[in-house]
């Protein structure tokens, strides 16, 4: 029988590097890196009946209900090359009750070795990360931080030359509420996933490139325990 291809969930507050680090993962693993939250924001820009009801929650920084996510992630879990490739949970899940739903949706696939890397990150450092953001309204490549990583010039795109932009959910009132929101209602999921022996927790205040590695180093050790 062959090894269970790899199942990952990336926890840690907004702003923590989920999407940066899952980027990497997917690059030399070729699972692929599902967000919830790049999912919502499509259905946004197409103007979905569910994209229109997401919206409402994301402009104010607060969870979309669980039943709305809950359907998305589970049709996506099922589809031929999740498990053929694995996959890698970008922010998902981000309450206890989607937790336990979860583990009924990988069970149903066959995918029931899972690796859990929660992402520590300070406060301060998480404030500065996010209202710094800027993407880029042409391609997905453009992803800069005026404080930390810019932009060769200011507000112009180094990959494709578009236009960078704040997104609203990154603006500084909204990013205190989602910090308030992740706190209250997601970082229970630390101690849940600590319970079952599955939580990986990494202090992710260090160089990217040296935090990629450790991350990857995991995923490594991850993979070859799912073989035995």
């Known amino acids: 029988m062959s090894a269970q291809p790899l199942v990952m969930i990336l926890l840690g507050a907004p702003g923590a590097g989920k999407g940066t680090y899952g980027k990497e993962i997917t690059a030399k693993y070729s699972a692929p890196q ?9 259905a946004v820009k197409e ?39 694995g996959i890698i949970l970008d922010g998902f ?30 406060r301060d450092m998480l404030i500065k990360r996010l209202t710094g953001r800027r993407m880029c309204r042409k391609c997905t ?51 849940y996933y600590q319970d079952k022996g599955l939580l990986h927790n990494v202090k992710s205040d260090g160089e990217i490139g040296v935090m990629t590695k450790k991350v990857l180093g995991l995923v490594e050790e991850h993979l070859k325990g799912s073989k035995n």
């Open 47 to 85: 103007g979905t009946p569910v994209g229109r009801e997401a919206k409402t929650y994301m402009d104010k920084g607060a969870l979309v209900p669980d039943n709305v996510v809950l359907g998305i992630v589970k049709e996506r879990i099922l589809r031929e090359d999740t498990k053929r490739d």
């Open 34 to 42: 599902v967000s919830t939250g790049d999912m919502f924001r499509a």
């Open 141 to 191: 490549q453009g992803n800069f931080n005026v404080f930390t990583l810019p932009s060769k010039k200011e507000g112009v795109c180094d990959y494709c030359g578009g236009e960078l932009y704040q997104r609203d959910d990154d603006k500084l009132e909204v990013i205190e509420n989602r910090l308030k929101v992740y706190e209250e209602q997601t970082k229970p999921l630390i101690q």
């Open 93 to 122: 899940p981000r309450t206890l009750a989607q937790a336990d739903a979860l583990t009924g949706m990988l069970k149903e696939a066959g995918l029931d070795k899972v690796l859990v890397v929660n992402l520590d990150v300070e």
